[in-house]
């Protein structure tokens, strides 16, 4: 994509300063159910190169702790990788009590959607979707009442509340023994 392109805008929403994850998109008004409110632009690519994109995205996130991922699946054939500055859209943070959703119309043109009545000021969210591979590099901080902690879609939730349980008494289980251990060493001392 050579051409430069001027930041996208939406007559519904601009960018402000998130508590989420340092900027966020925020009702400039209040925003009526169903409502598309942005194009989620970005370079159209086939598997292969979402897949190298992706490993890359990793391969970065593996040495230095932090990458973003701004791919999303179109089709079988065509992701769209919204990695670029003019991509605003980009800037809706996940929640796990979404406001909006993501939908693909017939031309493969993905829009931030507002599932409910959303009143100015809000901030916009849509659920990220990712499956449960790497969920702990994806903490999630959207402090809603329904927060799971990680950003995973929500069909992933019972498997990763399971996953967190069977964690946290493996953990606590540890915990006794070292406990335990120390008990003992005092008594022998």
């Not at 970005?42 to 991922?69: M, P, W």
């Not at 931030?112 to 969920?135: P, T």
């Not at 959207?142 to 995973?152: F, P």
Request: glycine share 8%.
């Amino acid at each position: 994509m050579g051409k430069k392109h001027k930041p996208t805008k939406s007559e519904w929403a601009e960018i402000r300063g998130s508590l989420v994850h340092g900027q966020g998109m925020f009702a400039t008004k209040d925003i009526p159910e169903e409502t598309s409110i942005i194009e989620y632009l970005g370079e159209r690519i086939d598997k292969e190169e979402s897949n190298r994109r992706g490993h890359a995205l990793f391969d970065e996130s593996q040495s230095t702790g932090g990458a973003q991922v701004y791919l999303f699946t179109l089709d079988d054939d065509w992701d769209l990788d919204g990695n670029f500055d003019w991509n605003t859209a980009r800037l809706v943070n996940h929640s796990c009590e979404p406001n909006c959703e993501a939908q693909i119309d017939e031309d493969l043109r993905i829009w931030l959607v507002a599932l409910r009545d959303i009143s100015q000021g809000d901030e916009l969210s849509f659920n990220y979707g990712f499956d449960l591979e790497d969920y702990q590099k994806h903490p999630c901080r959207c402090g809603s009442d329904k927060c799971v902690g990680y950003i995973v879609g929500e069909d992933y939730w019972p498997k990763l509340r399971k996953k967190l349980k069977k964690k946290k008494a493996k953990a606590e289980k540890k915990a006794a023994k070292q406990r335990e251990k120390l008990r003992a060493l005092s008594a022998s001392e």
